[in-house]
């Protein structure tokens, strides 16, 4: 079955580091892979996505991704994190349904705390 | 940009009752979805929806949850009678194509059964 796993539940980083979210998922086939970001109160928003092609994925506000078939791996990077990135972070692998639609996988989420 | 709209934001009920959210997708999008997210829990996938009928559904989605597009705008969850295990954040999404297209979620509604 596919699934998704986010190793860290809490990491906390000061302002102005770099940060690294880790993604490792279990899919049979070529795996199409997102990000999304949940604010406080908020709905989940798209950060980047992988579908094809090259393997390092921009996404917005800064964030990047590498997928990594040999380590089944999608994590998430960003080179200098801001305050207002603070916020719950979501992986997914979409899975092609019976019907020929797309479902997401998500993991559990990462809760990105920022220091001042 | 375009984007998802749900309604309420917020509702609470009494256990038994009936709720209906809404949701009205992205307009060129015909695939439409619910998802749920339980506090503190991961959000999980409970139907995909096109062309008027449900495409998969989850486990979770038993006889007590019905999806409706009544006309060209809205989608809708109905829980008949609400449990107490339903109160989490329910999400509404909708893509413009089948298969490998990326998915646009909505804020949410949070649903509290008492």
């Known amino acids: 079955a596919q699934s998704v796993t986010q190793p860290d539940i809490h990491i906390t980083v000061s302002e102005g580091a770099s940060l690294e979210l880790r993604c490792n998922y279990s899919?049979?086939?070529?795996?199409?892979l997102f990000w999304y970001v949940q604010s406080p109160g908020q709905g989940l928003q798209l950060l980047l996505k992988?579908?094809?092609?090259?393997?390092l994925v921009q996404g917005i506000k800064g964030f990047e991704a590498e997928f990594k078939r040999s380590q089944s791996s999608f994590n998430l990077r960003k080179p200098s994190v801001h305050w207002s990135d603070a916020a719950e972070y979501f992986c997914?692998?979409?899975?092609?349904?019976?019907?020929?639609?797309?479902?997401?996988?998500f993991g559990k989420g990462t809760k990105l705390t920022v220091n001042p | 940009e375009p984007e998802v709209t749900q309604t309420p934001s917020h509702q609470v009920t009494q256990m038994g009752q009936e709720v209906i959210l809404r949701c009205v997708p992205i307009?060129?999008?015909?695939?439409f979805y619910w998802y749920r997210q339980i506090l503190g829990q991961k959000v999980e996938f409970l139907v995909s929806f096109y062309n008027n009928e449900i495409s998969e559904k989850s486990e979770i989605f038993d006889d007590q949850f019905s999806v409706e597009r009544p006309d060209g705008s809205n989608f809708t969850l109905k829980i008949r009678s609400t449990k107490l295990e339903d109160s989490a954040m329910y999400f509404c999404a909708s893509s413009e194509d089948e298969g490998r297209a990326t998915q646009y979620f909505g804020p949410g509604t949070r649903l509290l059964v008492l």
């Open positions: 997914a692998v979409g899975t092609l349904g019976q019907g020929g639609s797309e479902k997401l996988v």
């Open positions: 899919y049979g086939a070529t795996p199409y």
């Open positions: 307009s060129n999008h015909l695939y």
């Open positions: 992988y579908f094809s092609g090259d393997t």
